[in-house]
C-alpha cells in the first residue's frame, strides 16, 4: 500500500517548458545582476555551478553550500554585495516568469486524491533552486502551499543530492521515515523521476503531450495527469 506520493512540479503538475523557460530565466537573472557581474560571465558561471551542484556526492553538504562555494569565487563581487539583490530578485522579478509557464487543470485534483487516501504528499522536483522559486510555481501550478500540508517541498537549501541520483530519493524516503516500497515517485521524466525505481520505490509516468507511449515502459503504471487524479481517486493507491 501506498503510504507516500511524490510529485515532480514542472511538467507534471505545471506545463513548464525547460527550452523556454531557463533561457528566459537566465536572462532575467543576469540582467538583473548585471550592475554588480557581467550577464555572460554570470551565466556561464551559472550553468558551470549547476553542474558541480548536481554532481556532489558528500551528504554533509547541502546543494546551497555546494553551489555558492563553487559560484562565489568565481565573481568578480563579495557575497555581502550579490546576495541582497539576488533576493530581491526573487521576490520582485521571478514571478514575471509565469508567462512562460500553463497550470495544469487537473493538477489539483491529483494532489487532493493523494491527500485524501491519506497519503504524506511531497513536492519531488530537482533542488536546483531556492524554495522560493519552487513555491511560486506551485502557486502558478494552482497548488501551493499555504493551501495543501505538504510534508516536504523539496529545494537546494535542505537537500545534498539532485535527479537523477538516487541519494536524491533515498534522502526523500528517509526524511519520510518510510520504506522505499510505500512511496510513489509520480512524474513525466523516465530519465529523471522514473529511475526511482532502482532504489526501490514504486513509479507512475505521466504521459501528457506523447503522440504514443513505447511498448515497454520502465515504470509501475502511467497515464496522464487527469488519469493518474482518476486512478487515485478510485483507489489506485491503496491497491498499487
Known sequence: MI??????LDNTLLTNPTETFVPAYLWALSTYLAPLVPPEQLVAELLRCV???????DPTRTLKEVFWAALLP?????????????DRFYAE??????????????????VRAAFRAGCDVVIATNPLYPATAILQRLAWAGVPAEEYPYALVTSYE???????????FCEIVDRLR????????????LAQDMVARAVGLRTYW???????VPAQVEADAWGTLAEFADWAEAGGLEQL
Open 3 to 8: 503510504r507516500a506520493v511524490l510529485f515532480d
Open 51 to 57: 553542474r558541480v551542484m548536481l554532481a556532489n556526492t
Open 74 to 86: 568565481a565573481l568578480p563581487v563579495s557575497e555581502a554585495e550579490l546576495m541582497p539583490l539576488v
Open 93 to 110: 522579478a521571478y514571478g514575471r516568469l509565469r508567462v512562460y509557464t500553463r497550470p495544469r487543470p487537473d493538477a489539483p485534483r491529483a
Open 158 to 168: 535542505i537537500m545534498h543530492a539532485g535527479k537523477p541520483r538516487p541519494e536524491y
Open 178 to 189: 518510510r520504506r522505499p516500497e510505500e512511496c510513489l515517485m509520480v512524474g513525466d521524466d
Open 206 to 212: 505521466i504521459t501528457d503531450g506523447l503522440a504514443a
